[in-house]
């Protein structure tokens, strides 16, 4: 399995709390991901970074933010948390592209949201 | 915009049996990489399978080969000799070979298809 590490696995909290939630990765990869996963379904990507102080919304609108202040940290903020965010939230990384190699994304083990 | 279908949201096989599952999809792009990914329940997405769109060789991996039909945009995957472990939410994706001027990767997933072995 890929050094890919997410906390917490679990998270159950009332609406309006401030929640982050960490992904780090000791692979030194240079892109980053955060899908958005709601259960037995198919995943969405709601960010993307391509390095250090580069960070992109991805294809689902998302109210979440995030930052990348260094290299292995990726972390998601939600100001104010409502049961509409409840879901699994899945983070991933892979290597800096190179021409005809595959940059392979690597998933860490997820956090489960849930938002009373 | 790219497309993943799959049309089979569960797929059952008795141990030791072989399985294949379907994966379709769109595009309009001729360079692309598509991939398999397995979710077990309660643990981490993994790597499966993967293939360019480039190579005519379809890929292996152990018990795992695919069954890649570019004229088609087909991608199925084949499990042979099946076991407990391969039970799972297995996802097809896509991703285009370049993203506009910076490739970022995006992955394009299809709805999942849970498989469940028998013993």
């Known amino acids: 399995e890929a050094d890919i590490y997410q906390t917490p696995r679990y998270l159950v909290i009332g609406t309006g709390k401030k929640i982050t939630l960490e992904c780090s990765q000791t692979?030194?990869?240079?892109?980053m991901y955060w899908y958005q996963q709601d259960p037995g379904m198919e995943l969405h990507l709601i960010h993307y970074?391509?390095?250090?102080?580069?960070?992109e919304k991805g294809d689902l609108s998302s109210e979440s933010t995030v930052s990348r202040i260094r290299t292995e940290h990726f972390p998601l903020t939600l100001e104010s948390a409502r049961p509409s965010h409840t879901s699994q939230y899945l983070c991933?990384?892979?290597?800096?592209?190179?021409?005809?190699?595959?940059?392979?994304?690597?998933f860490g083990p997820g956090t489960r949201l849930t938002v009373l | 915009a790219q497309t993943v279908t799959q049309s089979q949201p569960e797929m059952s096989v008795q141990e030791a049996e072989t399985v294949t599952l379907s994966c379709t999809y769109d595009?309009?792009?001729?360079?692309?990489?598509l991939f398999w990914y397995k979710q077990p329940p309660s643990r981490q997405m993994i790597l499966v399978i993967r293939q360019e769109a480039y190579k005519q060789q379809n890929a292996t991996e152990n018990r795992f080969s695919v069954n890649f039909q570019k004229a088609a945009k087909s991608f199925s995957l084949k499990i042979s000799d099946s076991q407990l472990g391969d039970a799972a939410m297995y996802f097809c994706?896509?991703?285009?070979?370049?993203?506009?001027?910076?490739?970022?990767?995006?992955?394009?997933f299809g709805q999942g298809t849970i498989l469940t072995v028998h013993p």
């Open positions: 692979m030194g990869h240079d892109k």
């Open positions: 970074s391509y390095g250090v102080n580069s960070t």
């Open positions: 595009t309009s792009e001729s360079d692309y990489y």
């Open positions: 994706a896509y991703r285009r070979l370049r993203a506009g001027g910076t490739s970022y990767g995006k992955l394009t």
């Open positions: 991933a990384s892979s290597e800096k592209f190179i021409p005809g190699v595959t940059d392979t994304q690597y």
